[in-house]
């Protein structure tokens, strides 16, 4: 696996998405990522559940927006390995178990990125976590 694709999301791109998004819908006004990193599920579990899915629904449409941004639509990645960072804005403990990338993988499929987001395609799914109160963010490096 010598090729690689490296997705950012940082609240720069969160930006970009809105100024898009609030064109193409005129009549929306809520923004519903507000951060760069997704909640983690002891934040999603205790929503009500229009709201889970209502972030849910966000993330996946954020998603299909981020892979054509990045220009990685339809690359149809068949076997590869996929690292996640979550840079956190905080030192407070989090666990790497409660950070699923579900909702991105989902986008990923449809737009093409990906052929699909179970094992025969994405041999290995690594989280990781780190710091850095100047510019939170999500890394995906995608190695194929």
Request: with cysteine; hydrophobic share 35%.
């Amino acid at each position: 696996m010598k090729n690689k694709i490296k997705i950012i999301i940082d609240n720069d791109v969160i930006d970009k998405y809105y100024d898009w998004y609030f064109k193409e819908y005129p009549r929306r006004r809520i923004r519903n990522i507000n951060k760069p990193i997704p909640p983690s599920l002891n934040t999603w579990m205790i929503m009500p559940r229009f709201k889970m899915n209502t972030q849910k629904q966000a993330w996946k449409d954020f998603g299909n927006w981020l892979v054509k941004y990045y220009g990685f639509e339809n690359r149809k990645l068949s076997k590869c390995k996929i690292v996640i960072e979550y840079f956190f804005d905080s030192k407070r403990r989090h666990d790497a178990d409660n950070y699923t990338p579900k909702n991105l993988f989902d986008s990923f499929t449809v737009s093409g990125l990906l052929i699909d987001d179970d094992f025969n395609h994405v041999e290995s799914l690594t989280i990781k976590g780190n710091y850095s109160k100047e510019n939170p963010r999500t890394e995906i490096v995608i190695k194929y």
